[in-house]
């Protein structure tokens, strides 16, 4: 089962509680409060080399990002995840201290930081800052998870950047490569399983949820990237050759 949902992760978090649903284990890339940290006036100086004309990050590409709430969305894990789960949070690494200590409160064990070493990084802010080259998310959980790692990797995710073949749907601006999400999920989750992802842009997380054969709820509140994670969705089941789909779950 993929159950693709358009609106705002808080909202449909709660009709989830409020159902009854559990999920096995959450992976969420929610927005970094990078616009504010860097400043409204500061930010098309984003530029990827000396010649670049067009910045990778603008006011418009980054609406999503200004004035996130990172706490609230945090208090409703609990409800919603197993007594035995798992729980992944990609963010900037200012925000984790904060994040950290809420899981902290909720009951939720904070296990480690990793991170997704990227082995072909391009400049952010070119001759001003270093090429930043790792992108930090949190691993916590409740009660007795799953944790196959020794059949991946051993915890290390080195993998390049997002591939063009990726989004030929189109493009979203924190967009994480596809082999990453799926080697998360098939560490921290079985066959089967059920996988929360509040903030799932254009589709990453169910793309791979077909892929190895796990449930997915997805919650994007951007009708444009909801339209794009449909596409990539209907394109993985095309692949995968069989349908994953339920009557009214694409609406």
Known sequence: MIKLINGDCLEEMDKLIAQGVKVDCILADPPYNLVGK?????????????????????????????????????????KILNKSGNVIIFNDWENMGDISRELKKNKIKVKCLNHWQKNNPVPAEWQRRFVPGREYF???????????????????????LTKKSEKI????????????????????????????DPFSGSGTTPVACINTGRNCIAIEKDEKYYNIEIERCKQAEKDKKYNLFQEGDLK
């Open 38 to 78: 860097i400043g409204e006036d500061r930010i098309h100086m984003f530029r990827q080399s000396r010649n670049s004309k067009e910045t990778c990050m603008t006011k418009e590409k980054m609406s999503f990002d200004k004035k996130f709430d990172q706490i609230s969305w945090l208090k409703r894990i609990p």
């Open 138 to 160: 949190l691993h916590a959980s409740r009660g007795k998870y799953v944790f196959n790692v020794e059949e991946l990797n051993k915890g290390i995710f080195n993998y390049p």
């Open 169 to 196: 749907f189109g493009k979203h601006p924190n967009q994480k490569p596809l082999v990453l999400i799926r080697d998360l999920i098939l560490i921290l989750t079985n066959k089967g399983d059920i996988i929360l």
